[in-house]
């Protein structure tokens, strides 16, 4: 197994709390409660992952208005696989995030909706250290 890693960042736009996760499979739901507060770690070790899994986003509201978005990536994937995933995990925070802000999909958004994935896919391989220099 590779490197377990653990980081939190702010979006400053909309204050959603990042939470990356990269650990092996085995190792997350330990991880989460280890470093997650205890609704969210609860609510992610609960949730039904499958078996072989790559990535995963949620986005979660804790007892405080806080909201935390959780991406967990896989770090027995190769680092070519990891970036994949991160960016298709980006997505789905980019979409939820939006959906959150009553922003819809549409070409009016379009740009809100790509220069958001854009800067937290980057965001995100520069914190893991995957972004190619």
């Known amino acids: 197994m590779r490197a377990t890693s653990f980081t939190v960042f702010t ?3 909309y204050n959603v709390n990042y939470c990356i996760l990269r650990s092996g499979f085995k190792a997350l739901p330990a ?7 205890t609704g969210i770690a609860t609510a992610l070790t609960k949730e039904n992952l499958g078996d ?10 804790s007892s405080e208005p806080e909201i935390y978005g959780v991406l967990y990536v896989n770090s027995d994937c190769l680092p070519a696989d990891q970036r994949l995933i ?3 995990e980006c ?3 980019t979409l ?4 959150l802000i ?3 999909p549409s070409a009016e958004s379009e740009e809100a909706f790509t220069y958001y994935h854009t800067w937290l896919t980057g965001e995100v391989w520069k914190r893991l250290g995957l972004l190619k220099k």
């Open 52 to 61: 072989d899994l790559g990535g995963w986003f949620g986005l979660y509201r």
């Open 102 to 104: 009553g922003c819809r």
């Open 86 to 88: 991160i960016t298709h």
């Open 96 to 99: 939820q995030v939006m959906r």
């Open 31 to 37: 991880l989460a409660v280890k470093r997650l507060p």
């Open 91 to 93: 997505l789905h925070a």
């Open 11 to 13: 979006d400053p736009l």
